[in-house]
């Protein structure tokens, strides 16, 4: 059955798995809905992206080096592609909320670490 939400799927090295949303109402249903609790939560900081997920399986644990692949895919599914190093949000997924009546897109973030990183997607 297809999904009505464009969500698009990476893989990492270590057989992680990564999603980033396409559009607003895709970052929500990400965000709020497939995401969960101990899962990564990133995006590039003070301008427009995809809201993107690191899959943490249950037992798993998410090495510095993973996380800031992750957040490369964040940088480059935003307004930052083109530019050098991104400050990118990162969080877990317990820690992203929607705020009542925001617009698609929109979720509060608390306990964020940012990642300096460079746009880009994994090898294939």
Same mark, same amino acid.
């Given at each position: 059955m297809p999904s009505q939400y464009?969500?698009?799927?990476?893989e990492l090295p270590g057989?992680?798995?990564v999603l980033? %949303?396409?559009t607003d109402v895709d970052n929500d249903h990400l965000s709020i809905k497939l995401a969960k609790p101990n899962d990564f939560w990133f995006h590039v900081r003070g301008m427009p992206g995809s809201h993107?997920?690191?899959?943490v399986?249950? %037992?798993?644990?998410?090495?510095r080096e993973t996380l800031k692949q992750a957040a490369a895919i964040a940088a480059y599914y935003s307004k930052a592609r083109? %530019? %050098?190093l991104a400050p990118v949000s990162c969080t877990?997924?317990?820690?992203v909320t929607k705020p009542r009546g925001a617009k698609?897109?929109?979720?509060?973030i608390r306990k964020e670490f940012p990642l300096k990183v460079r746009p880009a997607l994994p090898e294939p």
């Open positions: 464009n969500i698009i799927e990476h057989g992680w798995t980033a %949303g396409k993107v997920v690191l899959k399986e249950k %037992g798993k644990e998410a090495g083109n %530019g %050098g877990q997924a317990r820690y698609p897109g929109l979720v509060k």
